[in-house]
């Protein structure tokens, strides 16, 4: 009874950091109605901030695997120190309104927003990788379908 309480409040944290994770910068108009006018950038300059995030996305495939090689597939460890990764470089970003222009402020938002979601999407597939390891055999596929929300 007790590990089957234990999954379903790992299932619940894990959907809570999930959507804390991906709600930061998987829809970039959360705060802003037009983020790139509250950043004072062109649409070109917004465009390779974006860009960035999508290709911190791509290169976390091949970092993770660094990653998990690293920590010999201990999953909670993993998890813990890339959700924090992300918690700071979501509060670091923040600092782009005191950057003196918009070079300075594609740059710097680029470097933190790809960055960023490296760290967000090692951490997801690491909770995604702790809810299949630690589901029931029938149960595996409805777990991940919780954390794809």
Known sequence: MASSQWQKLHTT???ILLICLVSV???AFIYFEDYQEALGVSSFGYSIIML???LGNISSLFFGIFVNKLFSDKYH???SIFSFLSGILSLLYGFTVFMPNEYVVVVYGSLI???YKNAASICYTTVVGLANEYSIHDQKGSNISYLQL
Do not use: P, T
Request: net charge positive; charged share 5%.
């Open 13 to 15: 944290f894990g959907i």
């Open 25 to 27: 910068f998987k829809n």
């Open 52 to 54: 960035a995030c999508y």
């Open 77 to 79: 460890c993993i998890a």
């Open 113 to 115: 927003a790809f960055a």
